[in-house]
């Protein structure tokens, strides 16, 4: 079993940052590849940003150049630094660390972005 936990979203306005960050209650990094998806009111879960056990990155079309992933292997973390934010990335965000034989979920955090 893996435990996430998210924190980090909030209230921001167009044009500003926010960081998110996942913790991981064992080392995994080894194992997962780790995901940020969001989801918006109405709308399915999508995937934003997914960094590799091997270290590659990708990124959904609408927040290349903007969102950045990265993880910290001593401390079990992966955060999604986001930048230039605009009124649809709103949504909530969740982390999930993903394998051939399962998919681990946090409890997602709400990003809002006012414009």
């Known amino acids: 079993q893996v435990q996430l936990v998210e924190s980090g979203g909030g209230l921001v306005q167009a044009g500003g940052s926010l960081r998110l960050s996942c913790a991981a209650s064992?080392?995994?990094?080894?194992?997962?590849?780790m995901a940020w998806y969001r989801q918006a009111p109405g709308k399915q879960r999508e995937l934003v940003a997914r960094?590799?056990?091997?270290?590659?990155?990708n990124y959904a079309d609408s927040v290349t150049g903007r969102f950045t992933i990265s993880r910290d292997n001593a401390k079990n973390t992966v955060c999604l630094q986001m930048a230039s934010l605009k009124p649809e990335d709103t949504g909530v965000y969740y982390c999930?660390?993903?394998?051939?034989?399962?998919?681990?979920w946090g409890q997602g955090t709400q990003v809002t972005v006012s414009s």
């Open positions: 064992r080392s995994i990094f080894s194992s997962f590849d």
């Open positions: 999930a660390a993903v394998s051939v034989f399962s998919t681990y």
């Open positions: 960094l590799t056990r091997s270290g590659k990155t």
